[in-house]
């Protein structure tokens, strides 16, 4: 049974890489509260098609629990790290969405002042800082030297962040 204790707080757990099912598996048989989200695909065998499910966080799960019981969870077989606290409304957010019968995909994290890449369309390859991601993303592409600027607005799904 998970630990419903009210100081239990939602921690994002490092795995090692493909590890994310073996580090739920062993952190819940501890009787530990954990969630990996999970998103559906198709995939193609040598003879046949098959619904397979990945993490839709490559290399992370959550875990809720208590201050004390942060051992049980290091411990367990395929952690790397506990990474720090997740704020509930976050955990429920990411929890509605794998619910959803919406189509859900893994998503770069993009943030307003990150420097990012175009990966599609005429400006692919062409680097710059994010300024904006509400509605249409707005892209700042500086000459430092002459410190002057140009910006455009395109699709935010068509940058990535550099690195």
């Known amino acids: 049974m998970p630990d419903a204790d009210s100081n239990a707080m939602w921690h994002a757990v490092w795995t090692r890489s493909k590890h994310e099912k073996v580090v739920h598996h062993q952190i819940a048989g501890r009787g530990i509260e954990v969630f990996l989200p999970l998103v559906d695909r ?14 839709l966080f490559a290399g992370y799960c959550f875990a809720r629990f208590r201050y004390q019981d942060q051992l049980r969870v290091a411990t367990a077989i395929g952690v790397v790290q506990i990474l ?19 189509p859900l995909d893994p998503h770069p994290y993009l943030k307003e ?3 990012v ?4 369309g ?5 680097r710059g800082i994010l300024l904006r991601k509400a509605g ?3 892209l700042v592409v500086a000459i430092d030297i002459i410190q002057q600027a140009a910006s455009v607005e395109l699709d935010g799904a068509d940058v990535r962040p550099v690195g």
Do not use: C, Q, Y
Request: aromatic share 6%; charged share 35%; no cysteine.
């Open 117 to 120: 890449e175009v990966v599609e």
């Open 113 to 115: 002042g990150m420097e």
């Open 42 to 55: 198709r995939r193609r065998w040598k003879d046949r098609w098959k619904t397979v499910s990945f993490p």
């Open 122 to 126: 005429p400006l692919a390859g062409v």
């Open 136 to 138: 249409r993303a707005r």
């Open 84 to 102: 720090g606290m997740v704020p509930n409304h976050e955990i429920e957010g990411v929890r509605r969405l794998v619910t959803s019968t919406l």
